[in-house]
């Protein structure tokens, strides 16, 4: 005979039973659906459309921009999440590959946007011809430039520091190498990982002008999008629509922050390495709604059920052949030879690369043009040394203090985000302005430009690894009385720094690239210029003189790879090895 329980009866009933928090989630998913529907749809239109409807500066036309922004910057994340999980894990995971990825990602993270745009664009309207889709993909292609290096360079250095006795747990439980991936290595990394997501969503801001007004020699497209809208208004001297556009950008912003990264960030907390209680931990009212849902968690149970299943699958992938010929491929592979094999195929490639570029470069230019660009490449990197340097010392403490605090870390995330996505191109009038009317020195004042959009790598990291910090280390260092300097010194330096290592890098890269923009300002027909190899690839860009272009890249690529082995690898491998939290 069956019992049947009044209250467990009602339990059943109220899981199928819909509730407020139910139409708040239903509401928000149709809602983000057909929001989607609405700006795919314009994508698919003729070339010609764009003709037809011009960009105007009307502000009742920036809810309808923004939307067609946000999606294209929204594609970019997602295509950079991609691209950082395959690409960080072979750099991380296979010592031939990262002799040549690593130094690839510098090289690529140091190319312009407009370098990007100069050599993709033809290309990507060939794939769809007459068609507003093939523009749409390059200019997501040049927002995807723009986020997913830093990216990159988060997972890649959380995958060099995972703690050697958690690895060694998932060796001895003889986990795959893809659930060790997707169990250990992917959660290790997410809260570091957030962090620089959302840096990356907001760094796409400060590229999303070139990437919406594309203009490459005779080739002029604007896209309908907040990015156009700022250069029309800055080609107009419109202030006012610079306002409206200020204002668009902080109330998407305010809007993404709250439906995307505030959940993002309080579900990343739980992947901390902590052997302790935590502090408060970061909350999120959507993640909170979406707990108290019945209706919606059942109707998206299936999905989670399969997105559950991927990480435990074991998908070990071993070619159909003996265990002695396993042996002795790995042998073969792991023999000085075999090592002697790929260095050399390294540097022919490499070899090959440079003669194609010098031979390129060569049909127009000469050694004395050469050598000058090399002396503004010196220029440029004074510039991004002395920022990054004063960069460090005005947010490495702020950081720390904000990332101690999750409260603190909830009310600041956005407005840093804002901070962080403020183009540089908003306050180019106004520097221009204060310049030419107090008489100021352009190589030294339109300096300060470079690093508005590339300071933030560094407090974004900061503020990751301080909220990573486990919560057991910070209780030793009050029980033994560490303060001042030595608290500094001896526990949280040593714990941000392989973050701070990662902000710093890409912040330096992140500053090379934005040299391009930078030293180069204009205010209607008032144009001022810096000297430097920025200036060189955008002057080069604006004529469509690809010789110039190539050249002014290689160089930047150069000085980014040498500085970057010179200083930083260096820093890298000392916080990988000695800094790890074992």
Do not use: C
């Not at 490495?396 to 996505?421: E, H, K, M, T």
């Not at 330096?508 to 000297?531: C, K, M, P, Q």
């Amino acid at each position: 005979m069956s019992m049947h329980h009044p209250a467990l009866e009602a339990g059943r009933r109220r899981t199928f039973a819909p509730n407020l928090w139910d139409a708040l989630a239903f509401g928000l998913l149709f809602g983000g659906l057909i929001l989607m529907v609405h700006g795919g749809k314009e994508t698919l239109a003729p070339l010609a459309a764009l003709d037809l409807a011009p960009v105007s500066l009307d502000p009742a036309m920036l809810p309808e921009y923004a939307l067609r922004t946000t999606m294209r910057m929204l594609a970019a994340i997602v295509a950079s999440l991609v691209f950082t999980f395959a690409y960080g894990a072979l750099a991380a995971k296979s010592r031939r590959a990262e002799m040549v990825l690593v130094p690839m990602l510098d090289i690529l993270q140091s190319v312009p946007v407009l370098g990007f745009l100069s050599f993709t664009v033809v290309g990507f309207m060939s794939l769809f011809p007459g068609r507003v889709l093939g523009v749409e993909l390059a200019a997501i292609f040049a927002i995807f430039t723009s986020q997913a290096w830093n990216m990159t360079f988060s997972f890649y250095q959380s995958l060099k520091t995972v703690p050697r006795d958690l690895d060694e747990a998932t060796r001895s439980f003889r986990l795959s190498g893809w659930q060790r991936f997707w169990r250990l290595e992917v959660p290790f990394s997410m809260p570091g990982l957030v962090w620089n997501t959302m840096m990356s969503m907001s760094g796409g801001w400060f590229f999303v002008v070139a990437s919406e007004a594309i203009s490459v020699g005779d080739t002029t497209i604007t896209l309908p999008g907040v990015g156009s809208y700022v250069a029309l208004a800055i080609k107009e001297q419109n202030l006012a629509a610079v306002g409206w556009a200020v204002l668009a950008m902080l109330a998407v912003i305010l809007l993404y922050d709250q439906l995307l990264f505030r959940p993002l960030v309080a579900w990343a907390d739980k992947f901390r390495v902590e052997t302790s209680a935590s502090g408060a931990a970061p909350r999120s009212w959507l993640l909170s709604a979406a707990r108290r849902t019945y209706l919606f968690q059942r109707v998206l149970q299936p999905l989670g059920a399969m997105l559950a299943a991927v990480p435990r699958q074991r998908l070990a992938f071993s070619a159909p052949v003996s265990q002695d010929t396993r042996r002795v491929v790995e042998s073969a592979w792991a023999s000085p030879w075999a090592e002697g094999i790929w260095l050399a195929l390294v540097f022919a490639v490499a070899g090959y690369a440079l003669y194609v570029i010098v031979a390129f470069v060569g049909t127009e230019l000469t050694l004395p043009e050469v050598t000058q660009v090399f002396g503004l490449g010196v220029l440029t990197m004074i510039r991004v040394i002395v920022l990054i340097a004063l960069a460090t010392l005005i947010w490495v403490p702020i950081g720390v203090w904000i990332g101690l605090r999750p409260r603190w870390a909830q009310r600041v995330q956005p407005l840093a985000q804002f901070l962080a996505a403020f183009p540089a191109n908003i306050i180019f009038p106004f520097a221009v302005v204060a310049i030419v009317r107090l008489g100021l020195d352009p190589d030294i004042w339109l300096s300060p430009l470079m690093v508005l959009g590339t300071q933030w790598y560094i407090l974004f990291n900061v503020v990751a690894g301080a909220s990573a910090f486990p919560n057991d280390l910070k209780e030793a260092a009050s029980t033994f009385r560490i303060r001042g300097w030595n608290w500094w010194r001896k526990v949280m330096l040593p714990g941000i720094f392989p973050y701070y290592v990662t902000g710093a890098i890409t912040a330096s890269g992140g500053s090379w690239n934005a040299s391009i923009v930078a030293e180069v300002a204009s205010w209607g027909d008032t144009t001022l210029r810096a000297h430097g190899v920025g200036a060189y690839i955008a002057d080069a860009t604006a004529a469509g003189d690809y010789p110039r272009i190539v050249l002014g890249v290689a160089v930047m690529s150069i000085f980014v790879i040498f500085f970057n082995r010179l200083l930083w690898r260096p820093m890298f491998t000392f916080a990988g090895r000695r800094l790890r939290l074992d």
